[in-house]
T-cell receptor, first 112, second 114 residues
Framework: LAKTTQPISMDSYEGQEVNITCSHN???????ITWYQQFPSQGPRFIIQ???TKVTNEVASLFIPADRKSSTLSLPRVSLSDTAVYYC?????????????FGTGTRLLVSP | GAGVSQSPSNKVTEKGKDVELRCDPI?????LYWYRQSLGQGLEFLIY????????KSGLPSDRFSAERTGGSVSTLTIQRTQQEDSAVYLC????????????FGSGTRLTVV
């Protein structure tokens, strides 16, 4: 399973764009990159998933360079409610089930 | 149901007692996972069920832990002779066919062993 590395914490202010980068140097050909958000006392919530280039949904954008050894989650114009822990994961079901490994994530604090 | 439901939401038990934690996955989701999250830590994989296949139990920390899934739907995680180090939030998640889709997690059961 590919290991991921991401910053332990980040600080931002309301209205700013936040970019959280994740390194996954050993990503396999069949691996997807998935990001989750977790609020206190809740289970993680799926945000976005991608394989290459750029993926955008109503919540975030995910940028993946050609070598796929890293990815960047972009949160536009964050609000206080975006304060949470963000997890980057890589994995694939191509060779079996997707036993995702959650690291300690990035703790994002958004201030007024 | 609309989401993954877990019960109880909180459980306080005495050391040495057995506990059962329940998970109701989203209807139609054939893949079900149990994770454990200690305070301030990431999620630790415990066990995975996929349809009628034999479960992957590779993450269970000891033989005091077991899980079953009846009728391909509801799952129960049982911890026997609980220890204080078992205190954590136990999270259940499901997704469709274990495929490359996002997991949907429940809100978890907070287990405190005193």
């Amino acid at each position: 399973l590919a290991k991921t590395t991401q910053p332990i914490s980040m600080d931002s202010y309301e209205g700013q764009e936040v970019n959280i980068t994740c390194s996954h140097n050993n990503i396999a050909t069949n691996d997807y990159i998935t990001w989750y958000q977790q609020f206190p006392s809740q289970g993680p919530r799926f945000i976005i998933q991608g394989y290459k280039t750029k993926v955008t949904n109503e919540v975030a954008s995910l940028f993946i360079p050609a070598d796929r050894k890293s990815s960047t989650l972009s949160l536009p114009r964050v609000s206080l409610s975006d304060t949470a822990v963000y997890y980057c994961l890589v994995g694939s079901t191509f060779t079996g089930f997707q036993k995702l490994v959650f690291g300690t994530g990035t703790r994002l604090l958004v201030s007024p | 149901g609309a989401g993954v439901s877990q019960s109880p939401s909180n459980k306080v038990t005495e050391k040495g007692k057995d506990v059962e934690l329940r998970c109701d996955p989203i209807s139609g989701h054939t893949a079900l996972y149990w994770y454990r999250q200690s305070l301030g830590q990431g999620l630790e994989f415990l066990i995975y069920f996929q349809g009628n296949s034999a479960p992957d139990k590779s993450g269970l920390p000891s033989d005091r832990f077991s899980a079953e899934r009846t009728g391909g739907s509801v799952s129960t995680l049982t911890i026997q002779r609980t220890q204080q180090e078992d205190s954590a939030v136990y999270l259940c998640a499901s997704n469709l066919r274990g495929g490359d889709y996002g997991y949907t997690f429940g809100s978890g059961t907070r287990l405190t062993v005193v």
